[in-house]
């Protein structure tokens, strides 16, 4: 899908120098998406990045993920925290690692039927009897960083309390999200065509 774009006199742009949506959205409004799993090197960092070097308007993240690797979701939330430019975030759908994201925003929305889903980390299990141990090990520490970064992002509880919640896969709908501290409001039609004007 393409859009089409005019010149500074208001001329159409011809087919082959339209622009597509997301680079649109991205360059123009500074509006960036966050979907699929988390793995590895991820391209939102590098968006981010890329846009606080232009200016340091608003930057906004619209999520919908299933989440992925904690290590990719700490380095995304790294850099949020470290660039000049406040960072909006938008969740549709947001699960496991993909609602820290959520969390982390300087101004946290959620659309009016989104989903939030936090659950302690998983390991991979495999190996021998002291890889296990290397790997409980680890998923403690993951498990401690998470608790760390919910609060550090607004969740008024205790470590405990949350560990007790997200034992299991807590789902959360916007009203109950924004009363846990992971989110501000939902996102209403004002503040999103304040976003795309």
């Avoid at 021998?128 to 993951?142: G, M, N, S």
Wanted: charged share 25%.
């Amino acid at each position: 899908m393409l859009y089409p774009r005019t010149t500074e006199t208001g001329d159409l742009i011809q087919e082959n120098q339209m622009v597509g949506v997301m680079e649109h959205l991205m360059n123009d409004k500074r509006i960036c998406f966050l979907t699929g799993i988390f793995q590895g090197a991820m391209d939102a960092h590098n968006y981010l990045l890329a846009l606080d070097t232009f200016n340091h308007d608003p930057i906004k993240i619209i999520i919908t993920s299933g989440g992925g690797e904690l290590d990719s979701a700490f380095l995304l939330y790294d850099t949020i925290k470290l660039i000049q430019s406040p960072v909006y975030t938008l969740g549709r759908y947001c699960a496991s690692a993909a609602a820290l994201i959520l969390a982390a925003g300087d101004k946290r929305y959620l659309m009016p039927h989104a989903k939030v889903m936090l659950h302690l980390p998983s390991s991979q299990n495999y190996g021998d009897t002291r890889d296990l141990e290397i790997q409980h090990t680890q998923a403690k520490l993951y498990r401690d960083k998470m608790v760390e970064i919910i609060q550090a992002c607004g969740v008024k509880k205790s470590s405990q309390e949350i560990l007790l919640e997200i034992d299991r896969e807590f789902w959360l709908d916007p009203k109950e999200a924004i009363g846990f501290g992971l989110a501000d409001e939902v996102i209403t039609k004002e503040t999103l065509a304040e976003w795309l004007k």
